[in-house]
């Protein structure tokens, strides 16, 4: 009978590990994991119906092999977790010490009862060696995490609840109890042998069991043996309430994390489209189940890891805005309150029903609060510079950015509430077709007055073939410090003898800053004018001045059936400088520390080539805290160019934060590629000492003052 008591016994003569010695009633074991699984899958279904309220068409399932890579690669290979080495290596053993347990103690139990696989011999000794040695890295990996969490204490650590504590406890429980039992029993099985090479193969076998086996060096038998039962039960039992909590606590994130990673969104960076805008009936998202399915997942697959937090220049610069704890955590408890209302129509009075026991949590969300006005809030929304540090570093993949402009969607199409000077930017958009709210008729002035005219293929005037568009965006049109780069990279083109044509006053707003804001009729209606353009005149590719304009009409046009060849002007010069086109004065090496624009970044992966051009002329570039994918926005994306933004007590603004980094390391000079981070850290740079000795200039203005 498998399932009688049979006792401990000396070893083998063949390696092996008899399950379930010295337990009597072992087989109830098979009866009571009924339970914990029970409840597991109650979780499991309560969590599921929750997300299934979601109403966007969320489907995700386009390019399987991408998605199935995405899983393993982060799931076994816990690839986006290990960007922060410690952690993420003690994350990473964590899971593969629990993976090899779990697989190590299901082979021995299905051995003991149908004989396979047959875990004896070898395969016994090298299974388990594996399993016992990934096991202490696993114990391993749980400190490194509980010691980041209480002795360093991080700051995006800062919302630490008692829940935290005690599921880190529970799983360093499980992984001890496991070791002690396994101890004892070779401490009972070292006694029971007659000669020390009857039980030889456990030091190969278990290592780290063989030692813990010294613990009861001093015990008779009797006690051996008790220890070992009582333990046996103990673990079984906490065992059983890591499975039953696993929906309920953080620990549903080994599920959420592997369902994100398939379902997450495989384009970098474009923001939602709204199919239909014409016939929509509401706009964005006013309350909580208006998200779809996979933001509502996001929700639960957040482990307030606070990576999110770190990135983010609104909450380092002390504003409302913290994407972990004001933004997603808001959202999940307001969700776990509303969620019993929604599954069962009753007024919604009070937040009783909450379904989740999260005492600690420090968020509030009753049911009935608006998502938008108290869960939320327009502070929070409005703070957000779409830089993408939150998205990028998460590594859940969720999607702040496309929930934050869905919110902003609704407060300006729907509510009709936003910041005055976003009312001011969108009816310059509207009337002038830039924010700027020049006139819309001096949109190519700024080639006369630059005194570049006769160097650039003005459509439909001198009506030339060409090889790229020139788009120059809003700003090189009526910013006057921008006209500056403009000069510079028409001269350079045409030193280069590029083939490029610029569309003067048939040009609009790309409409990224309305995007960005939230009105997405007006941004609609600026790409459609600008795509019906591109099409009159057979455009192919386009080289972009402004890397806002770039990642619009690279990334999001092609929502609209606007798909070019589209290039930041960065790249194209690099391309010239690789194939020699353009020719370099020799000069003395500039000290410069070169600020990267999120939008080219983060947003685009463009680090090198920009990198490229300043070393070409000379340029050394000196070492930033934040810089590529950890660079620090420099406060104007998200539309956030045209809003105010006021200094927190203690904190400085954005902008000032930034050029205070890059000024760090007292370069000579400041590199810029973008329009708004040009002005932003100008502006930064004024409100300090080395006003008047610090240039700050763009890459374009770099490389041409560097020419033969
Ligand atoms: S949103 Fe992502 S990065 Fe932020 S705390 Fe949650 S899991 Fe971590
Ligand atoms: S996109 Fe940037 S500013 Fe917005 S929440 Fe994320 S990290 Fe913060």
Same mark, same amino acid.
């Given at each position: 009978?498998?399932?009688?008591?049979?006792?401990?016994?000396?070893?083998?003569?063949?390696?092996?590990?008899?399950?379930?010695?010295?337990? =009597?009633?072992?087989?109830?074991?098979?009866?009571?994991?009924?339970?914990?699984?029970?409840?597991?899958?109650?979780?499991?279904?309560?969590?599921?119906?929750?997300?299934?309220?979601?109403?966007?068409?969320?489907?995700? /399932?386009?390019?399987?092999?991408?998605?199935?890579?995405?899983?393993?690669?982060?799931?076994?290979?816990?690839?986006?977790?290990?960007?922060?080495?410690?952690?993420?290596?003690?994350?990473?053993?964590?899971?593969?010490?629990?993976?090899?347990?779990?697989?190590?103690?299901?082979?021995?139990?299905?051995?003991?009862?149908?004989? *396979?696989?047959? $875990?004896?011999?070898? #395969?016994?000794?090298?299974?388990?060696?594996?399993?016992?040695?990934?096991?202490?890295?696993? /114990?391993?990996?749980?400190?490194? %995490?509980?010691?980041?969490?209480?002795?360093?204490?991080?700051?995006?650590?800062?919302?630490?609840?008692?829940?935290?504590?005690?599921?880190?406890?529970?799983?360093?429980?499980?992984?001890?109890?496991?070791?002690?039992?396994?101890?004892?029993?070779?401490?009972?099985?070292?006694?029971?042998?007659?000669?020390? #090479?009857?039980?030889?193969?456990?030091?190969?076998?278990?290592?780290?069991?063989?030692?813990?086996?010294?613990? *009861?060096?001093?015990?008779?038998?009797?006690?051996?043996? %008790?220890?070992?039962?009582?333990?046996?039960?103990?673990?079984?039992? /906490?065992?059983?309430?890591?499975?039953?909590?696993?929906?309920?606590?953080?620990?549903?994130? /080994?599920?959420?994390?592997?369902?994100?990673?398939?379902?997450?969104?495989?384009?970098?960076?474009?923001?939602? $489209?709204?199919?239909?805008?014409?016939?929509?009936?509401?706009?964005?998202?006013?309350?909580?189940?208006?998200?779809?399915?996979?933001?509502?997942?996001?929700?639960?697959?957040?482990?307030?890891?606070?990576?999110?937090?770190?990135?983010?220049?609104?909450?380092?610069?002390?504003?409302?805005?913290?994407?972990?704890? #004001?933004?997603?955590?808001?959202?999940?408890?307001?969700?776990?309150?509303?969620?019993?209302?929604?599954?069962?129509?009753? =007024?919604?009075?009070?937040?009783?029903?909450?379904?989740?026991?999260?005492?600690?949590?420090?968020?509030?969300?009753?049911?009935?609060?608006?998502?938008?006005?108290?869960?939320?809030?327009?502070?929070?929304?409005?703070?957000?510079?779409?830089?993408?540090?939150?998205?990028?570093?998460?590594?859940?993949?969720?999607?702040?950015? &496309?929930?934050?402009?869905?919110?902003?969607?609704?407060?300006?199409?729907?509510?009709?509430?936003?910041?005055?000077?976003?009312?001011?930017? +969108?009816?310059?958009?509207?009337?002038?077709?830039?924010?700027?709210?020049?006139?819309?008729?001096?949109?190519?002035?700024?080639?006369?007055?630059?005194?570049?005219?006769?160097?650039?293929?003005?459509?439909?005037? &001198?009506?030339?073939?060409?090889?790229?568009?020139?788009?120059?965006?809003?700003?090189?049109?009526?910013?006057?410090?921008?006209?500056?780069?403009?000069?510079?990279?028409?001269?350079?083109?045409?030193?280069?003898?590029?083939?490029?044509?610029?569309?003067?006053?048939?040009?609009?707003?790309?409409?990224?800053?309305?995007?960005?804001?939230?009105?997405?009729?007006?941004?609609?209606?600026?790409?459609?004018?600008?795509?019906?353009?591109?099409? @009159?005149?057979?455009? @192919? @590719?386009?080289?972009?001045?402004?890397?806002?304009?770039?990642?619009?009409? @690279?990334?999001?046009? =092609?929502?609209?059936?606007?798909?070019?060849?589209?290039?930041?002007?960065?790249?194209?010069?690099?391309?010239?400088?690789?194939?020699?086109?353009?020719?370099?004065?020799?000069?003395?090496?500039?000290?410069?520390?070169?600020?990267?624009?999120? *939008?080219?970044?983060?947003?685009?992966?463009?680090?090198?080539?920009?990198?490229?051009?300043?070393?070409?002329?000379?340029?050394?570039?000196?070492?930033?805290?934040?810089?590529?994918?950890?660079?620090?926005?420099?406060?104007?994306?998200?539309?956030?160019?045209?809003?105010?933004?006021?200094?927190?007590?203690?904190?400085?603004?954005?902008?000032?934060?930034?050029?205070?980094?890059?000024?760090?390391?007292?370069?000579?000079?400041?590199?810029?590629?973008?329009?708004?981070?040009?002005?932003?850290?100008?502006?930064?740079?004024?409100? #300090?000492?080395?006003?008047?000795?610090?240039?700050?200039?763009?890459?374009?203005?770099?490389? +041409?003052?560097?020419?033969?």
């Amino acid at each position: 009978m498998t399932s009688s008591y049979h006792p401990i016994e000396g070893g083998y003569d063949i390696p092996m590990r008899v399950v379930g010695a010295n337990i =009597p009633y072992e087989w109830m074991i098979y009866i009571l994991m009924l339970i914990p699984i029970g409840i597991f899958f109650y979780g499991f279904y309560r969590r599921v119906r929750i997300w299934r309220l979601g109403k966007g068409d969320q489907h995700r /399932i386009d390019h399987p092999r991408t998605r199935i890579w995405s899983v393993i690669s982060n799931t076994f290979g816990q690839r986006q977790l290990i960007r922060k080495p410690a952690v993420g290596w003690g994350h990473f053993f964590l899971f593969w010490g629990f993976v090899f347990l779990f697989l190590a103690t299901a082979a021995w139990g299905m051995w003991s009862k149908i004989n *396979f696989p047959p $875990m004896v011999g070898k #395969t016994y000794i090298i299974a388990s060696a594996i399993a016992d040695i990934t096991g202490l890295l696993a /114990i391993i990996g749980i400190l490194v %995490l509980a010691i980041t969490r209480y002795l360093v204490k991080p700051d995006r650590l800062n919302d630490t609840r008692a829940m935290d504590g005690w599921i880190l406890l529970l799983i360093f429980a499980i992984l001890f109890t496991g070791y002690v039992i396994e101890g004892a029993r070779i401490a009972a099985q070292i006694k029971l042998s007659t000669t020390l #090479t009857q039980i030889a193969y456990e030091q190969s076998a278990s290592p780290v069991g063989w030692i813990f086996a010294g613990m *009861f060096n001093g015990s008779n038998m009797a006690g051996i043996l %008790l220890w070992h039962r009582c333990l046996w039960w103990f673990h079984m039992v /906490i065992a059983f309430l890591f499975i039953a909590s696993v929906p309920f606590t953080k620990l549903w994130h /080994i599920f959420t994390g592997m369902i994100a990673y398939y379902v997450r969104d495989l384009e970098s960076s474009h923001v939602r $489209m709204v199919y239909n805008i014409e016939e929509a009936e509401s706009f964005g998202v006013e309350n909580i189940e208006e998200f779809g399915w996979k933001d509502l997942m996001d929700l639960d697959a957040c482990i307030r890891c606070g990576r999110c937090q770190e990135a983010c220049p609104g909450y380092n610069t002390g504003k409302v805005l913290n994407p972990k704890i #004001t933004v997603i955590q808001a959202m999940k408890q307001h969700l776990d309150n509303k969620a019993p209302y929604l599954l069962k129509p009753i =007024p919604a009075t009070d937040d009783t029903l909450a379904i989740t026991d999260d005492e600690d949590a420090v968020v509030s969300g009753a049911a009935d609060a608006s998502l938008i006005y108290e869960v939320v809030t327009p502070d929070v929304l409005w703070a957000c510079t779409n830089c993408r540090g939150c998205v990028y570093h998460c590594p859940m993949f969720i999607e702040h950015i &496309d929930k934050i402009t869905e919110m902003r969607r609704n407060l300006v199409m729907w509510q009709g509430d936003m910041p005055a000077e976003a009312q001011s930017a +969108f009816t310059n958009m509207e009337r002038n077709y830039n924010p700027w709210g020049v006139g819309r008729a001096s949109r190519a002035n700024w080639l006369q007055e630059r005194g570049i005219r006769d160097m650039v293929n003005l459509v439909p005037e &001198d009506g030339k073939e060409f090889e790229y568009l020139l788009f120059g965006g809003c700003a090189v049109a009526f910013d006057d410090r921008f006209k500056r780069v403009g000069e510079a990279l028409v001269k350079t083109f045409h030193a280069a003898k590029v083939s490029f044509a610029y569309l003067g006053t048939e040009e609009h707003c790309c409409g990224d800053s309305a995007r960005r804001l939230g009105n997405e009729y007006l941004y609609q209606a600026l790409a459609a004018n600008n795509i019906e353009t591109f099409e @009159k005149y057979g455009v @192919k @590719k386009i080289i972009c001045l402004c890397p806002h304009g770039y990642n619009v009409i @690279k990334n999001e046009y =092609p929502q609209m059936n606007g798909i070019y060849e589209v290039y930041h002007y960065t790249e194209i010069l690099q391309k010239l400088l690789t194939e020699g086109k353009l020719k370099i004065n020799s000069s003395e090496p500039i000290r410069l520390s070169y600020h990267d624009s999120c *939008f080219l970044g983060r947003h685009n992966g463009i680090y090198q080539a920009p990198r490229d051009i300043l070393e070409a002329v000379g340029g050394s570039i000196t070492p930033l805290d934040k810089s590529k994918q950890f660079g620090f926005c420099c406060g104007a994306g998200g539309g956030r160019m045209w809003l105010e933004e006021e200094a927190i007590d203690g904190f400085k603004r954005i902008n000032e934060a930034r050029a205070e980094q890059l000024m760090k390391e007292n370069p000579e000079m400041i590199a810029t590629n973008c329009p708004f981070c040009l002005t932003m850290i100008s502006d930064g740079v004024k409100v #300090t000492d080395y006003s008047e000795s610090l240039k700050v200039m763009d890459l374009a203005e770099i490389l +041409f003052s560097h020419l033969k």
